[in-house]
């Protein structure tokens, strides 16, 4: 697991509450209207039906609540960004925890109904550096509610993609907070100053070892959207696609962030 080596980004607490409650919300009010018919589709990841994914999207939560019901541990372990890179290696267990879950509550809204007002009596109860045991490792509960947004603004794209006419919007906090996080594994992953990686209006980093710039234009640049960051991030999207779609731009010798893609399995 990449180590970070900087200062870690602060988050607002306050606002990273706000972002996934107010994302959680918008999926619960879009779930709320799909059909049997739409449930069954296929969602793009995998084997996964449109209800496999809604049901991933209420374990998102109750995730926090499942932490936050064990002992808590005795100090932290891990910082917010180390998430990132432990996410493939309890893939297997994810996948077969969700399909347990769909299966088990088959009534979504009021699945997702629970998971929302546990994670609020949570939230009234705990102080945010109550330590939690994540799968990821030892954390802060506000650490822990920042990865929190990746999970709900990456599927909720994953939704979007797999319901024709479907358009979940995306608090724009939890829009601003997944991106940061992705983008500072990226400069975890690849430690450097040569190239400037900018996805506005949410995030800059520097990575990729070579030659530092001062001042000025960097030599090695590469911006692109929001979105478009968190699906390369997430490899909903290849570097190569982006690149041929106009999706990104990107100028300079180590500009090509193909081999350092997708962080998050």
């Given at each position: 697991m990449p180590t970070a080596r900087k200062r870690a980004r602060s988050y607002d607490p306050a606002r990273t509450r706000a972002a996934v409650l107010a994302q959680f919300g918008n999926v619960r009010e879009a779930v709320r209207g799909l059909d049997e018919e739409r449930l069954g589709l296929p969602s793009g990841l995998g084997e996964w039906t449109v209800r496999e994914l809604v049901a991933h999207l209420g374990m998102s939560v109750t995730a926090v609540l499942r932490a936050a019901?064990?002992?808590?541990?005795?100090?932290?372990?891990?910082?917010?960004?180390?998430?990132?890179?432990?996410?493939?290696?309890?893939?297997?267990?994810?996948?077969?925890?969700?399909?347990?879950?769909?299966?088990?509550?088959?009534?979504?809204?009021a699945y997702l109904a629970g998971a929302e007002d546990g994670l609020r009596a949570l939230l009234d109860a705990h102080p945010g550096g109550r330590l939690l045991e994540t799968s990821a490792g030892a954390m802060p509960l506000d650490d822990y509610l920042v990865t929190r947004t990746v999970e709900l603004v990456v599927h909720t794209d994953d939704l979007n993609a797999a319901v024709p006419g479907l358009a979940v919007p995306y608090d724009r906090q939890a829009l601003a907070t997944a991106t940061r996080l992705l983008a500072d594994a990226l400069a975890v992953k690849a430690p450097g100053g040569s190239t400037e990686v900018r996805v506005p209006p949410y995030a800059v980093v520097q990575c990729v070892a070579g030659p530092r710039h001062t001042r000025g234009t960097p030599p090695n640049v590469v911006e692109t959207d929001p979105l478009t960051w968190i699906r390369l991030a997430t490899g909903r999207l290849a570097w190569a696609d982006a690149v041929a779609g106009a999706r990104v731009a990107h100028s300079g010798e180590r500009a090509d962030l193909g081999g350092l893609l997708p962080l998050l399995g």
């Open positions: 019901a064990r002992p808590a541990p005795p100090k932290p372990d891990v910082q917010v960004v180390d998430w990132t890179f432990a996410t493939s290696a309890n893939s297997a267990a994810i996948a077969d925890f969700t399909r347990r879950l769909a299966e088990e509550h088959p009534d979504l809204d």
